[in-house]
């Protein structure tokens, strides 16, 4: 039998235990078990602050909004999402979100066990390989505020919200410095994980984007899991009923006066008012009491409106005249009907 060079047999083991190996992304994020809470039915908001000195860490306020809104929409956290520059759009949310991001003192990095083995193994056989491979968990350092609260903003509602810092980011020992440094260097000499201390500047353009996704989920997930104290209508679905007609459900709160429906779409965001159903009257046991399921057919607010780009907009008035607001993605129609899908 022909032996195989020791430095194949390395280059295949190093190529298996990289295909296997689920942590060989830029990020150490677990995803939680279970399935993930509904959308909420509004159109969110999002602004984005710095703290104290308003140094913008890890990428611009235009850049922290770009991720964050990707996050919410790959998440599917809300109905619709604006930033809080779109001012067409921003003026038709239900809710607002502001995040505010502080540096803080970084923890020490930790070395990767798994990471260090694939980096070892690099080092001695096949290098430069070793300069690419995820090998020490760093502290980005910073840790976001977030505070939400529904529209209109005369009449906030706080709601769900907290404190929440960016988990450690896995890194590479060329994310950690530059290619043209010492310690670059000298991870030919010896392992890359040796070199655990990062060049915190070159850190802070080299992980930015891992960072700001981080934090995005972070702050995604909360949001989308927390609940309104005091919301005015629950349980919203739209479906279909008899006849290729549309139906709208809802379980209205307690001393709830009316809704207000009107849709909206256009495919651009100033969203133009295509049909409006005003004042619809919550029936006595249900606003008395609340909790009762209610049903709303859509035929005569839809009639007619073809687009797969409409929103359903719910403007909800209790007896106290408080006002929330929601919103409700619709199926794509045909004169007020649900468009058949093609064969």
């Given amino acids: 039998m022909e032996k195989q060079p020791i430095g194949s047999c390395a280059m295949a083991l190093l190529a298996a235990l990289l295909m296997s190996s689920p942590g060989c992304s830029s990020r150490n994020l677990q995803e939680e078990a279970g399935p993930p809470a509904p959308p909420l039915q509004r159109t969110v908001r999002i602004a984005v602050d710095f703290a104290g000195s308003g140094t913008a860490p890890f990428g611009d306020r235009r850049e922290w909004l770009d991720a964050l809104i990707a996050v919410f929409e790959d998440m599917e956290v809300c109905a619709c999402v604006v930033g809080e520059d779109e ?63 529904t529209l209109p903003a005369a009449e906030e509602l706080e709601r769900g919200g907290g404190r929440l810092e960016c988990p450690a980011i896995k890194s590479s020992i060329l994310e950690r410095h530059p290619f043209l440094s010492w310690t670059t260097l000298g991870s030919v000499l010896l392992p890359p994980f040796i070199f655990r201390e990062p060049d915190r500047v070159h850190l802070g353009t080299s992980i930015a984007r891992s960072v700001r996704r981080a934090v995005a989920e972070e702050a995604a997930g909360m949001i989308r899991s927390a609940r309104l104290k005091a919301e005015f209508l629950s349980d919203l679905n739209v479906y279909p009923g008899l006849h290729g007609g549309l139906v709208l459900s809802y379980r209205p709160a307690p001393l709830l006066k009316y809704l207000d429906l009107k849709v909206q779409g256009g495919g651009t965001w100033s969203l133009p008012v295509l049909a409006r159903k005003p004042r619809i009257p919550i029936p006595g046991d249900a606003a008395a009491q609340g909790g009762s399921p209610q049903e709303e057919p859509l035929d005569e607010l839809l009639a007619g409106l073809t687009g797969d780009d409409l929103i359903l907009r719910i403007e909800a008035l209790d007896r106290d005249g408080r006002r929330l607001r929601y919103t409700v993605p619709l199926p794509a129609l045909e004169k007020g009907r649900m468009a058949r899908e093609a064969p």
């Fill in 87 to 149: 001012e067409a759009a921003a003026g038709d949310a239900d809710m607002a979100v502001s995040i505010t991001i502080q540096e803080l003192p970084p923890a020490s990095p930790s070395i990767d066990p798994q990471g260090a083995f694939l980096d070892f193994l690099a080092w001695s056989a096949v290098p430069p390989v070793q300069l690419w491979i995820p090998d020490v968990h760093v502290d980005p350092g910073i840790a976001a505020f977030v505070k939400v609260a």
